[in-house]
């Protein structure tokens, strides 16, 4: 009976493309509000892609994490020549160890400190080039990262990010490109909105960014925005999170 299928469906043990009685729209509902409470975001490609989200817990003794957290490193636009090269090298091989498990970069943010589309999108092809790891491209600016986008798209950056300000322009290009993007607010409510403005252009791969003054109020506020997600099932702040320290 379709009572019997919805329990089965609700308990996981049935798919919803078991049943063949299923209208479109009602299969749009029903995929939006069985999906995990925290999306799951994809940015690299090859040995470099980068998985991070999709948790369902608060703490790993509820059930298991399922994406480790991802360690990257800031590169600036202003190293030229030997300088960046040498730096994305030291990135590369940047690994240590931790109770005999070995962590490393798995990404490079470029950092547009330079305030120019130019050296921007020529470090970026650089890093793009010599560099082993997934690429974050840090800029405020719609016109440096549309003129860096041009030349890294195959490579599916990470885009960051988009404020308030910038969330339409930052939105078209993540779309046309394909790339995730970064919500960056200063506070919960800001932020839930403009993840809201950014999916309204079209844009489902997001990551979180919350600017906060101090670390110990990023790690309160981070600890309410997973709570919201995995505990409330808040859909707006239902997406990982990354933190520039």
Do not use: W
Not at 12 to 37: F, G, M, N, T
Not at 53 to 59: A, K, L, N
Not at 223 to 234: D, P, Y
């Amino acid at each position: 009976t379709c009572l019997a299928f919805a329990m089965a469906l609700a308990q996981k043990r049935a798919k919803l493309e078991d049943c063949p009685d299923v209208s479109e729209e009602a299969k749009e509902k029903l995929a939006a509000a069985s999906a995990p409470p925290m999306a799951k975001v994809v940015f690299g490609t090859g040995d470099n892609v980068v998985q991070i989200g999709q948790e369902t817990v608060m703490f790993r003794h509820e059930e298991k994490f399922y994406n480790p957290t991802v360690l990257a490193v800031t590169v600036s636009d202003k190293l030229t020549g030997e300088d960046l090269t040498k730096r994305i090298e030291a990135v590369n091989a940047l690994q240590f160890e931790r109770i005999g498990i070995k962590i490393g970069a798995r990404a490079i943010a470029l950092v547009n400190d330079s305030g120019s589309p130019e050296s921007f999108a020529q470090a970026a092809a650089a890093v793009k080039d010599a560099g082993d790891l997934a690429l974050i491209l840090v800029t405020q600016s719609p016109d440096a990262m549309a003129a860096t986008v041009a030349k890294t798209k195959e490579s599916v950056p990470l885009l960051a990010s988009a404020t308030p300000d910038t969330a339409e322009k930052m939105a078209k290009i993540a779309k046309e490109n394909g790339c995730p993007i970064v919500a960056k607010a200063d506070s919960i409510d800001t932020l839930a909105d403009l993840t809201e403005k950014i999916k309204a252009e079209g844009v489902e791969d997001i990551v979180l960014n919350l600017q906060t003054p101090s670390l110990q109020d990023q790690l309160l506020n981070l600890s309410k925005v997973r709570a919201l997600a995995l505990k409330k099932v808040f859909r707006p702040l239902g997406y990982p999170t990354i933190s520039f320290v």
